[in-house]
């Protein structure tokens, strides 16, 4: 068993596609063990995604991010990290798979509708930044 942290971006949460999207993940075997909905404030937003901040994209990211609420979530299953990357499908929407969630609802390739960690590593520090031991059992 493995977990992974997932965002539903606010580009999704305005279309309502919460539910939609949870349905993808459960369908592909993924259980969510944890979720809540919560606005980011500039410092979350900038601290989240630290590790793209000399990007030239990065402070329309933050403004994305911080624009509107957004669905935290941790999921758990076999290869949850990888499974959950491939039902995303590729960060732009115009590479992505059919059928992936990105193919599906993303915008383009900020307002990607979904985030998902990308090593178990990254996984467990995303996980530990929105979610307290006691939220996870
Ligand atoms: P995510 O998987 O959450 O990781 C970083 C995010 O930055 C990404 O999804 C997109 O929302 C955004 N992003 C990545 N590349 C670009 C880009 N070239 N232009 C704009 N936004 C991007």
Partial sequence: MERTFSIIKPDATKR???DPINQIIEKNDLKIIASKSLKL???QAEGF????????FFSSLVEFMTSGPVQ???LEGDN???KYREIMGATNP???EDNTIRKL????????SVHGSD?????????????SVSELL
Avoid: G, M
């Fill in 16 to 18: 309502n596609l919460v």
């Fill in 41 to 43: 404030n500039k410092e």
């Fill in 49 to 56: 995604y630290k590790v793209h901040k000399e990007r030239p």
């Fill in 72 to 74: 935290v979530q941790v």
């Fill in 80 to 82: 949850a990290v990888s």
């Fill in 94 to 96: 115009k590479e992505a």
């Fill in 105 to 112: 609802y993303a915008e383009n390739i900020e307002a990607n």
């Fill in 119 to 131: 090593s178990k590593e990254n996984a467990e520090t995303e996980i530990a930044f929105f979610f």
